[in-house]
């Protein structure tokens, strides 16, 4: 027997049984029954494997409204609304840029609100939806990253005004990601450059705003996690560097926010690596249990690719690639807005757009085993 799930609902209840309208006739699933899913956040599919994808419909791309600057925001960008916000990165490959890019999704359209205060490479940037404000800062102020600030700010979308905060605690620090969650502000640089030019970065720190204080929560010594997302209630997902190592072996990690000396290999790059040549990197787009990388070709100039690399979360498959209409992956900017991809920048088409739909609709069918 087969049973397809209504992606409209969003409720995945039976799965464990079913009422019949007619009687109270209860219907359990056994071995062999089949499924066909888009929401898997939030169910234990222990008991279930992967027949294959509805993956034939986010394969192509439109090209957006041009952004009319050149867009590397490695990490310093997130969703409020309709509207992706990018702020400050790399203008090109020698200097930065202090502007603020905002790019609405739904009216194809660019706007420019107040510059930042300090242009920032490798920084980080994050929406605190429940109070309509931004948080930014800590990173390289210029390309070579041989100078630094650990300033933070606060940016009001509706006054279109900034405000300092507290400083970040360590000066030299990089590569921040920067996670939002219940009132606090989880900070994760994975690297940091001494005076000699060496260094990584294991500390977490947390900015709580109703005080404007920082506060280390931990260092994890042998490991990093760079451009943390998170997934679903604190859990989060994550490239992971393993320090005990050299060089740094890389893995796409689950890791809990209560949690993060301990975590879950759903993938190893170095394997992508060995295999195809290519490993992902950036901050990712995540929707629906899928994580959506840029991928990095170590065969090209500068690594490029237009190669966009598909994993699903739950079941701990890499799925392949969706080739880009136009956009180069180094460093774009990579966001869900509602249920429409959009993928901004990169290097040498670096004020290119493109919007991918149909990742509402992207399936799994599932055999209970």
């Known amino acids: 027997m087969s049973y397809k799930f209504n992606p409209f609902t969003g409720k995945l209840d039976f799965f464990q049984k079913i009422q019949e309208n007619q009687g109270n006739t209860t219907i359990n699933f056994v071995p062999g029954d089949i499924i066909e ?23 192509t791309a439109k090209a957006g409204a041009n952004a009319g600057y050149q867009v590397r925001a490695q990490g310093q960008s997130d969703v409020r609304g309709d509207e992706i916000w990018i702020f400050s990165g790399c203008a090109n490959n020698s200097s930065l840029s202090n502007e603020v890019r905002v790019y609405n999704v739904k009216t194809n359209s660019w706007r420019k609100p107040t510059n930042v205060p300090v242009a920032i490479r490798d920084g980080g940037a994050v929406y605190d939806k429940e109070n309509d404000v931004f948080y930014y800062g800590i990173g390289p102020t210029n390309y070579n990253v ?34 939002f969650y219940n009132g606090l502000i989880y900070a994760f640089p994975y690297s940091y450059k001494d005076e000699q030019g ?35 209630d604190t859990k989060i997902v994550s490239v992971l560097f393993d320090d005990t190592v050299s060089p740094a ?73 969706f080739t880009y209409k136009q956009i ?42």
């Open 198 to 232: 060496n260094g990584s970065y294991s500390k977490v720190w947390i900015y709580n705003p109703s005080d404007d204080s920082w506060n280390e929560y931990i260092d994890l010594q042998n490991f990093r996690y760079a451009y943390p997302v998170l997934y679903k």
């Open 249 to 321: 072996h890389w893995y796409f990690v689950m890791s809990d926010l209560n949690d993060l000396t301990n975590y879950e290999i759903l993938y190893d790059i170095e394997e992508m690596h060995s295999q195809y040549n290519r490993k992902f990197w950036d901050k990712p787009a995540v929707k629906n249990g899928f994580a959506l990388y840029n991928l990095y070709n170590y065969s090209t100039t500068y690594n490029e690719s237009k190669e966009i690399g598909i994993f699903d979360i739950v079941f701990k498959k890499y799925l392949g690639v």
């Open 146 to 179: 041989t100078t630094f600030t650990n300033t933070f700010w606060k940016y009001n979308p509706v006054a279109n005004a900034w405000t300092e905060l507290a400083s970040f605690p360590d000066l030299r620090a990089f590569g921040t990601g920067l996670i």
């Open 328 to 369: 180069s992956c180094l460093n774009s900017v990579l966001h869900f807005v509602d249920d429409t991809f959009v993928a901004i920048g990169g290097t040498s088409l670096s004020q290119k757009v493109d919007i991918v739909t149909g990742f509402d609709r992207l399936t799994r069918k599932l055999r209970i085993k």
């Open 37 to 59: 899913t888009i929401d898997t956040e939030n169910r234990d599919y222990s008991q279930f494997e992967v027949i294959s994808y509805g993956l034939s419909l986010p394969v």
